[in-house]
């Protein structure tokens, strides 16, 4: 698999920025992570917008998904089980290859260190789960799962039998219509994840944001509501984005790159130590 790490160079004025954003990170009593496509995207998984994005190579697929699968789940599933969009099966087949990057694994490291309350990620492939992050709150599912529409119960796919003649499958639970728990377009967030977030945010005085383009709701207004409420916004992004006028830093660059230097700095305050 083909991995695009952009050309980066530290420079000093940007390793200060990284600094400073990991002295507020030290001071943070409640902080949050807040991740995106771009995250996932030095693992080899190409994000939807934008260059090198799912939907400008294939086009932007009908925005109904979730409309559909309530109007006809038998046909939905026959449809996931031999997917026709071109986008989702390139989507399945790069998440199923790819391994967690050095992003994913200081934001695991950060959580070790006692310094994350809970990582919301709008990403759905299981990554950051396999590094090692523990709080985590998947607010777009995961794409390694399947969710009961009714009582929220996920199960690993390998959890639960799905025969192709008696479709869609039922939750053993509750009996309730089982679905990928990827969140399709038009879908609700799931109460339980969405009301964690909302909690989350609440206490939160200091929100890391990377590799998000900021543009997708519920999980872009996060921000927003950190920083209307006095709390600290860090972001991390190659690009500007409409949260950067915000940021109280903003760190310009690939996420792996930058995400292993704050841990670093956040390590090591006095900057003595090996990087
Ligand atoms: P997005 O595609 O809108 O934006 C991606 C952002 O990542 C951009 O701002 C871009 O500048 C930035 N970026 C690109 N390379 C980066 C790098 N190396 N380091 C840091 N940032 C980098 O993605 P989004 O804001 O997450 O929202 C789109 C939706 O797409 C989400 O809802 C998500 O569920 C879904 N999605 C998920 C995956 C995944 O699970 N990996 C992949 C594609 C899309």
């Known amino acids: 698999m083909r991995v695009e790490t952009p050309d980066f160079e530290l420079t000093e004025t940007l390793d200060a920025d990284i600094r400073r954003a990991a ?15 771009g995250l996932s995207v030095e693992s080899g998984i190409p994000p939807f917008r934008g260059k090198g994005g799912l939907w400008t190579k294939y086009g932007e697929p009908p925005l109904d998904g979730y409309q559909r699968f309530v109007a006809d789940p038998a046909g939905a599933w ?21 391994k967690p990057n050095a992003g994913h694994r200081a934001l695991a490291e950060l959580e070790a260190l006692g310094h994350l309350r809970c990582l919301i ?30 009582c929220c119960r996920r199960f690993a796919r390998d959890e639960l039998a799905i025969d192709p003649e008696d479709l869609p499958p039922r939750c053993p ?19 339980d994840v969405l009301s964690r977030c909302f909690a989350e945010v609440a206490r939160c005085d200091c929100m890391l944001v990377a590799g998000t383009s900021a543009t997708v709701y519920p999980a872009a207004g996060f921000p927003v509501e950190v920083a209307r409420s006095g709390g ?16 109280t830093v903003s760190l310009q660059g690939p996420a792996g790159a930058i995400l292993s230097r704050l841990l670093h700095w956040v390590r090591d305050a006095s900057g003595e130590g090996g990087s």
């Open 78 to 98: 026959r449809t996931l089980l031999n997917p026709t969009e071109p986008w989702m099966t390139a989507l399945r087949e790069t998440v199923a290859a790819a």
């Open 121 to 150: 990620t709008q990403n759905i492939d299981d990554l950051h789960r396999q590094a090692g992050t523990r709080a985590l709150a998947e607010i777009h599912g995961n794409a390694t799962l399947y969710r009961c529409l009714g």
């Open 23 to 37: 002295d507020r990170i030290r001071e943070a009593r409640h902080l949050l992570v807040l991740t995106g496509a």
């Open 173 to 191: 639970d509750c009996r309730g219509i089982v679905k990928a728990d990827t969140v399709s377009f038009g879908e609700p967030i799931p109460e």
């Open 232 to 247: 600290v916004l860090l972001e991390v992004n190659p690009e500007p984005t409409e949260l950067t006028p915000l940021a």
